[in-house]
């Protein structure tokens, strides 16, 4: 049977999500938004109210496509819904790992065995999260980022377009790892990192 599915935010996110709802087979019910007028559109799915509505969609499903990790936790901590996974058919997700609910998983991903994910994260296109991999709730890896084996990440950290992290390395929650940035060692203090390697800026 078609899941039902309620996108949380009109954004350029919601594209994505949509695109792979729609490939999983699952139907798409609309879109919940905030700041977005009632009757705009995403891919030709209308909002349908904002997120105080969401407890008149009892029978559906709902994933946040939101990309500020801040947002997507404040979202998920008020709404007492069932989340939708949304796993692109092309990502390679081990059966070994660990999804945990309400995340995004773009084309092209790699989750290795025994890694782990949080709530709510967004694994964006060709990422790669090698074994044994902890990662946070609410944690943003974009395009292309790689993490060696056994990184840990923590909460609501957005990790950088082509970033890369070394195997062993922890990184603290709250920090932001440039695009292109190098993580040789770890980061415990929150901030922003770029570079090669990666230094605070």
Known sequence: MNRKVVIIGAGNHAKVVIDIVLLCGDVVV????????????????PVIGNTQD????????????IGANAVRRRIAETLD?????????????SSFAEIGEGCMICAGAVVNPCAK??????????????????IGDYVH???????GGTVRIGPETHIGIGA???????ICGGCVIGAGAAVVKNITE?????GIPAAKK
């Open 30 to 45: 609309g879109i919940l938004d905030d700041n977005a007028d009632k009757g705009l559109n995403v891919l030709g799915f």
């Open 54 to 65: 969401a407890m008149r969609f009892n029978d559906c499903e709902f994933v946040i496509a």
């Open 81 to 93: 819904v069932h989340w939708y996974t949304a796993v692109h058919p092309s990502a390679v997700i």
């Open 117 to 134: 994910i949080g709530r709510h994260c967004i694994i964006n296109t060709s990422s790669v999260i090698e074994h044994d991999n902890d």
């Open 141 to 147: 890896l974009s395009p292309n980022a790689a993490l």
């Open 164 to 170: 890369s992290v070394k195997n062993g390395i922890s």
């Open 190 to 194: 929150k901030g922003v990192y770029i």
